[in-house]
């Protein structure tokens, strides 16, 4: 018998905003595993925290840089191999994933390791999106307009274009792109449109229209939502 | 003392695919609200049911028509209306949407005419979305990828320009227009990428590749999610 690896996600930080479907496997499982900063805690394991019973073998994939930013192949090889083990022995691993675990999330690099191997199950988490969405009050997209989910790194004339064909954006992983982001949405006019929500649903949740920021001062996890039209009807 | 109209995403199917924020609101508001089609079940009433106390008061928006297809103006003012007296007179109210509320949701409406005179809260649901990626164990997107959400309404030629451009995609609102959405897949060489999910989560789900099923006989609560390159890393 082998165990199954399940993909957890926890959601965006109220440890209210997990699932009752990923709260009962995390009672279940034997072994948690998460990944977490070289030295430090890790955002997931603190969101989960309580969830996770006592006593649990806990599998800590320490990333020597920042994992969203600089994914290591060693750290996920390593990561992997822990958990196959405990896999092979029987034992179910559940990996917790901050937000959702396939939408721009680190576990695709544990599955992809894993899938032909083990049995795998995830369970959807509340993402990011959609916990932006709500801490701002802003609907996402409506009946058929196309929504459009843009990385920041991208090249100015990128993002402008992309903007230009899109009726709704989530511009994610913003950071020390958000001067060039924040000069492209003014350049289209869109300012206006714009909201900026960082560490939703946290307790340092901050919300505002992006026209009230300090560009230069922004987190990675933060993002902005721009709706061109209103919500009609 | 006026009350609070919580927009509450009661998840794709599943019923332990609730937060437990949600499970939190629907025990404590003495109102309940959610669109039902003219005649029978409502799918959001359905889902939410093992979460509802006996006895609570309900609030049932008719529909005329199939409400995703054809939102009704007249059915959503005069749930609107119904609403609002309830949170004059002081009750909190809690409307039951399907997956979560700003995604693509009819929550929108109501939002829309209530928000000038009362407080909102949204409770974010897990969205179809992420739902289809679970089921299908299929990644939606990675590191600095572009994720286009793409209404399959929209005109071939359209559709194919949008997928040229995108790293990956959710193609939604499926029904009668999947034949168009296969056959621009098909000429993009993209099927063999393609994965169909329908009513995720729920007893009768179905999860395929694009290529082996049948396009003319397409539920509404279909996806199709392409991604076009691998896991990578």
């Known amino acids: 018998m082998i165990g199954t690896l399940y993909g957890v996600g926890v959601g965006p930080g109220d440890p209210d905003l997990i699932t009752l479907k990923a709260h009962k496997v995390l009672q279940a499982a034997p072994v948690i595993a998460y990944p977490a900063p070289e030295v430090g805690d890790s955002l997931a394991r603190r ?61 695709m690099y544990l599955f992809n390791r894993l899938t032909d191997a083990f049995p795998i199950q995830v369970v959807p988490g509340i993402s990011s999106l959609m916990a932006c969405a709500g801490a701002s009050l802003t609907p996402l997209a409506a009946r058929n307009e196309v929504l459009s989910i843009l990385p920041a790194p991208m090249a100015a004339a990128d993002l402008r274009e992309r903007l230009l064909r899109t009726d709704a954006a989530a511009i994610i992983k913003l950071g020390r792109h958000t001067p060039k982001v924040f000069a492209v949405l003014r350049d289209l006019d869109l300012l206006d449109r714009a909201h900026y929500v960082a560490h939703a649903t946290m307790p340092d949740q901050q919300v505002q229209m992006l026209a009230d920021i300090d560009p230069e001062e922004v987190p990675y996890f933060a993002m902005i939502l721009v709706r061109k039209s209103g919500v009609g009807l």
């Open 47 to 107: 969101i989960a925290a309580p969830h996770i019973p006592a006593g649990r073998r806990e599998i800590i994939i320490r990333m020597p840089l920042d994992p969203k930013r600089f994914p290591d192949r060693g750290a996920y090889d390593k990561g992997a191999a822990e958990i196959a083990k405990a896999l092979r022995g029987g034992e179910d691993v559940a990996v917790l994933c901050e937000g959702d675990p396939f939408f721009y999330g680190s576990f």
